[in-house]
Every structure is written in structure tokens, then in C-alpha cells.
């Protein structure tokens, strides 16, 4: 059973930053592919970046692209989100998660993904 603990959300100003983490219970944290995505208010969850299991390919959502990196540490099995130029339109629950294997295909698509954490609130104000 795979366990995902979420921290580093806040309030933070618009233009401001914030790291987000993750940390994953597993045995061997090279074998999974990690997730992040989100959920604003009164919208669906949506991908925001992903990474194969030895961090050497990354994704991410048009959206944020040029302003969040995701990185891992295998030495703490955790996951990182830096997230810098915050907007209010980043305002969201976001989680982690995390599938064994490769990146799934379809990314985007939170069925496609087997492990979730239970998220971190991450509020930008104007």
C-alpha cells in the first residue's frame, strides 16, 4: 500500500513563491511515476506537472510551464512542486500522486493514475 503525505501549501501574495512536497511510503521510490494536479473550487482536478521515476522526464500543464518544477529526492523518498510567479488563478486543493512504471500515456487523466495523497490548499491573493 502506497501512502502520499502532501505539505508546504499557504496563503501567499500574487508573484510570491512556494515549494510544495510529497512524501511517498514506499520501498523503492525510482519505480513510481509522480503527479501533481489540482482542484479549484466548483472545478475538475486537473494535471499540473509529472516526472518519470528517476526524474529525468518532466511534463507539465501549458498553464504553469516556465513558472513550476518538479523534482524529486529518492534519498527522501519526496517529491518536490516549486512554484514561483503565483497567481490567484493557482488557487487550488493540490495533490499528490503516484503510479508504478512509467508516466501513464495519457497523463492528464486522473483515472490513469493509482495513488493519491489527500492534498495541500494553496491560496494566492491579489
Known amino acids: 500500500q502506497v501512502q502520499l503525505a502532501e505539505s508546504g501549501g499557504g496563503l501567499v501574495q500574487a508573484g510570491g513563491s512556494l515549494r510544495l512536497s510529497c512524501a511517498a511510503s514506499?520501498?523503492?521510490?525510482?519505480?513510481?511515476?509522480m503527479g501533481w494536479f489540482r482542484q479549484a473550487p466548483g472545478k475538475e482536478r486537473e494535471f499540473v506537472a509529472a516526472?518519470?521515476?528517476?526524474?529525468?522526464?518532466?511534463y507539465y500543464a501549458d498553464s504553469v510551464k516556465g513558472r513550476f518544477t518538479i523534482s524529486r529526492d529518492s534519498a527522501k523518498n519526496t517529491m518536490y512542486l516549486q512554484m514561483n510567479n503565483l497567481k490567484p488563478e493557482d488557487t487550488a486543493l493540490y495533490y499528490c500522486?503516484?503510479?508504478?512504471?512509467?508516466?501513464?500515456?495519457?497523463?492528464?487523466?486522473?483515472?490513469?493514475?493509482?495513488?493519491w495523497g489527500q492534498g495541500t490548499q494553496v491560496t494566492v491573493s491579489s
Open positions: 500522486t503516484a503510479d508504478p512504471g512509467s508516466v501513464p500515456s495519457l497523463r492528464e487523466r486522473e483515472g490513469n493514475w493509482d495513488y
Open positions: 516526472m518519470n521515476g528517476y526524474g529525468s522526464t518532466t
Open positions: 514506499v520501498r523503492t521510490f525510482s519505480r513510481y511515476a
